[in-house]
C-alpha cells in the first residue's frame, strides 16, 4: 500500500490523481487532502478518501469546514474526523505527514516551494506536477532530494515522457530533449490578432482540459517556458540542449535524442492519468482505462517550430534560463501575477509577456539565491506588478 499526501486536491490535477486512487483503492491510499479554499468539493472528498489531516489555505474556509464536518451531517462517518489545519503550517504538515510515504504537488505556483523542500526533508518521494515550485528553487530542491536519497517523479506528461523515453538509458548519451507543444489555441495568430483575447477565449485548450491558470499559461507558450526549466533541473540538462516542436495533435508528448541520433518517444492519448500513474506505481506500469490511438483514424501528426515572435513567452524563459540565478523567479513570479490580473480583467492578454519582458529587463540577478531571497524577490515584484496595472 502506498500512503499519499495530495496538495490541491480539488484542482484538476488532484481530482485526476483521486480518479487513479479511486481505481486502485488496494494499493493507494490518501491520508491527507489540501486545497485553496473550495471546501465544498474537499468534503465529499473527505467522506470518500476518509484522510486523516485535511488543510484549507484559507484560514476562514478551514473554520467553516471544521464545524461542517463536525455537524450531523458527518455523524454517519465512521472513520475518524480527520484533523483540519490551515495556512503554510497546515500545508508543510501535510507535506510532512508521518503516514505518507509520498507527496504529491498539484498546487498552483510557487507556493508550492516550502512545502516541497519540507516535504523532502522529511523523506518523502515527491510526484511532482507543480512546476513553478522546481523553475524558481530547483537549484535548492535537486540537490536536497539527491541529500535525502527521495525521487523526484515528474507528473507532467512532456515529462514523464521524456522520463520514461530515459529507462533504461546512459544519461550520458543523451544529446538533446525534444519538448514537444501543443501550440495553445491561438496558433498561427498574429500579434496584432491577439490584443482583443479575453479570459474566455484563452481558456479553451484544444487538447487538454485543465486548471485556469495553466490554460493561460499554455495559450501564452509561457507552459512551454515554464517547462524548459523544469526539464533543465529534472534532468540535468542545460536549456540550450532542449528543443521546443510544436506538434498540435499532442500525441507525442516527447522525445529523448541520443549521441547516436536515435530518438525515442512517448505517444499516447492526452489523459494526465497516466503521467499520475507512472509517477505513483513507479517503475510499475499498470492498466489504464480509457481510448487507446488509433493511428488509422489519426492518419497524420505534424510538426512545427514554436512561434517565438508572436508569442515572446517562450524566448524569454530562455533568456531566464540562461541568465539563471533570481532570473526564472522574476519571470514566473511576473507571470503569475500578470495570469491573475488577466482572469480578473484587469489586463490585457498582450501585457503578461510584455511585463515579464519589461520587469526581466530591469532586474539585477542574484546568484544562487536562497528561499528567503526567492521569496523576497516574488513578493517585490508581484507588488510591483499589480501597483503598475493599478
Ligand atoms: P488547478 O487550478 O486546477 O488546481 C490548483 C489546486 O491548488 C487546487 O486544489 C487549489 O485549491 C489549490 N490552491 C490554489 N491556491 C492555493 C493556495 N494559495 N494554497 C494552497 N492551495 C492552493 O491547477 P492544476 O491542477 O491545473 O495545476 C496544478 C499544478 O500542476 C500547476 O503547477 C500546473 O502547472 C501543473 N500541471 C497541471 C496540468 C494539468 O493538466 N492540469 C498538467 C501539468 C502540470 P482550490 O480549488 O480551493 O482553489
Ligand atoms: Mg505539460
Known sequence: MKNISLLGSTGSIGTQTLEVVRAYPEELC????????RIGLLKEQIKEFKPELVVVFDQDKALELEKEIKSPEFSSYEEKIPEVMSGMEGLIAAATLSSAD??????????????????????????????????????????LAKAHGVKILPVDSEHS?????????????????????????????RREELSNI??????????????????????TL???????????????????????????????????????????????????????????????????????????????ITFEKPDTDNFPGLRLAYEAAGEGGSMPTVYNAVNEEAVSLFLRRKIGYLDIADTIACCMSS????????????????????????????
Not at 538533446?176 to 501550440?183: E, N
Not at 528543443?243 to 541520443?258: D, Y
Request: aromatic content about 6%; glycine content about 8%.
Open 30 to 37: 490518501v491520508k491527507a487532502l489540501t486545497c485553496g479554499s
Open 102 to 143: 509520498i507527496v504529491l504537488t498539484a498546487v498552483v505556483g510557487m507556493i508550492g516551494i516550502r512545502p516541497t523542500i519540507a516535504a523532502i526533508e522529511a523523506g518523502k518521494d515527491i510526484a511532482l506536477a507543480n512546476k513553478e515550485t522546481l523553475v524558481t528553487a530547483g537549484h535548492i530542491i535537486m540537490p
Open 161 to 189: 515522457a521524456i522520463f520514461q523515453s530515459l529507462n533504461g538509458e546512459d544519461r550520458k548519451a543523451l544529446d538533446k530533449i525534444l519538448l514537444t507543444a501543443s501550440g495553445g489555441p491561438f496558433r498561427g495568430r
Open 198 to 219: 479575453t479570459p474566455e477565449d484563452a481558456l479553451k485548450h484544444p487538447n487538454w482540459s485543465m486548471g485556469a491558470k495553466i490554460t493561460i499559461d499554455s495559450s
Open 222 to 300: 509561457v507552459n512551454k517556458g515554464l517547462e524548459v526549466m523544469e526539464a533543465q533541473w529534472l534532468f540535468g540538462v542545460p536549456a540550450e540542449q532542449i528543443q521546443v516542436v510544436v506538434q498540435p495533435q499532442s500525441i507525442i508528448h516527447s522525445m529523448v535524442q541520443f549521441d547516436d541520433g536515435g530518438i525515442i518517444a512517448q505517444l499516447g492519448t492526452p489523459d494526465m492519468k497516466l503521467p499520475i500513474m507512472y509517477a505513483l506505481f513507479y517503475p510499475e506500469r499498470k492498466f489504464l482505462e480509457g481510448e487507446r490511438l488509433d493511428f488509422w483514424k489519426l492518419s497524420e
Open 363 to 390: 532586474h539585477k540577478t542574484v546568484n544562487n539565491p536562497d528561499l528567503d531571497q526567492i521569496l523576497m524577490i516574488e513578493n517585490e515584484l508581484r507588488g510591483e506588478v499589480a501597483r503598475r496595472f493599478e
